[in-house]
């Protein structure tokens, strides 16, 4: 007996959230389910995790998003179809993970020079191409990835941005042994459990009176943990800011020892204000993380199941989408929200 479906009502149509306009609720509707084309997979999504990106392109933050998008780029699922029925690296039924950095050209200068994430022409996944905001979606197989089998798939999501694109701010920060983070959220959460993995010394900098992130930091095993208002007791070697607030830019800037750096996390932020040169003196360095290349992503998945890193979630079916982001906007969610596709 063929195993009952609650979903999807048919073959040719799926339930999806749709962003017809920026600074409008989702909608939930009935839309025609994708075909894979070649090197393409269909994926029946099982999970998609929230991100802040998520926020930046429902509220209009970020320009020229696809029109009536679905958003979603944390995406986990199996593979239903492959496009032309071969692809070397998944098979039908596979686990998949798929990310934000959905597709690049191979061939300007960015991605000849191993630096695919700020490819000219690049397509990013739940912003300029459909995403996982629904029951299935479609992904360039050359893109996605084999996730650790230690995870379950509401764990798992949470790791393919905040973890991937974390992994990769972290990763700039060189050998820093004094490591500031600047805004305790699920990127931050995630990065803090390896960067004391690798025996890094931990200053947490939250927003001002925010003693209970504070205390779950210092728990987590941070050396020091205070208010991005306060100096650290020692000069850092390196700093990362996930919060998307300009102003701590220079803040940062002065907890740094001579030749640190600040690596800005986000995709967006607000501005940045003026700064007495004196402050940069010295070699200090300000730089940015844009998106993330596959090789980010195999490294991370290699070492986040031996920390092991662990995520915190909180899970919501798909057609509570807005509640999930209007939460996630009042800073009241718990843990890094995962909508469920076919929850029972
Ligand atoms: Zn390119
Ligand atoms: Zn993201």
Redesign the pocket.
């Known amino acids: 007996m063929a195993p009952i479906r609650r979903r999807p009502i048919s073959n040719y149509l799926m339930r999806a959230m749709v962003l017809d306009e920026p600074k409008r609720p989702l909608e939930l509707r009935d839309v025609p389910k994708p075909k894979p084309s070649r090197g393409q997979l269909l994926v029946r999504v099982s999970t998609c995790a929230v991100c802040r990106t998520d926020l930046h392109v429902v509220d209009g933050e970020l320009p020229n998003p696809k029109r009536s998008l679905i958003p979603g780029h944390q995406i986990v699922g199996r593979v239903e179809e492959i496009g032309d029925d071969f692809n070397p690296q998944f098979k039908v039924g596979d686990r998949v993970g798929i990310p934000w950095l959905g597709w ?9 020079s191993g630096r ?1 994430n ?5 397509r990013f996944t739940g912003y300029t191409v459909d995403g996982g905001y629904a029951e299935f979606t479609v992904a360039d197989a050359r893109y996605c990835f084999h996730l650790p089998e230690r995870y379950d798939d509401v764990e798992v999501a949470p790791l393919l941005c905040a973890g991937l694109i974390g992994y990769r701010s972290y990763r700039k920060t060189g050998e820093a042994r004094r490591l500031g983070i600047y805004g305790f959220g699920n990127a931050a959460h995630l990065i803090a459990q390896i960067a004391l993995y690798e025996g890094r010394e931990l200053f947490v900098f939250t927003r001002p009176g925010d003693i209970k992130t504070q205390q779950s930091a210092k728990s987590l095993g941070a050396k020091w943990a205070g208010g991005s208002d306060e100096m650290p007791p020692e000069k850092l070697d390196a700093a990362i800011i996930f919060a998307s607030v300009g102003p701590l830019v220079p803040i940062a800037l002065r907890a740094l020892s001579k030749g640190g750096t600040v690596v800005c996390g986000g995709i967006h932020m607000s501005d940045i204000p003026s700064f007495p040169y004196r402050d940069l003196w010295e070699e200090r360095v300000i730089t940015s993380v844009a998106n993330l290349t596959r090789r980010d992503g195999d490294e991370f998945f290699e070492i986040a199941p031996r920390v092991p890193v662990k995520t915190k979630t909180e899970t919501f079916l798909l057609e509570q989408a807005n509640t999930a982001l209007d939460r996630f906007r009042a800073g009241e969610l718990k843990g890094t929200a995962v909508l469920v596709m076919n929850a029972t």
């Open positions: 690049t050209d191979g061939d300007c200068s960015y991605c000849r695919e700020l490819c000219d022409n690049a």
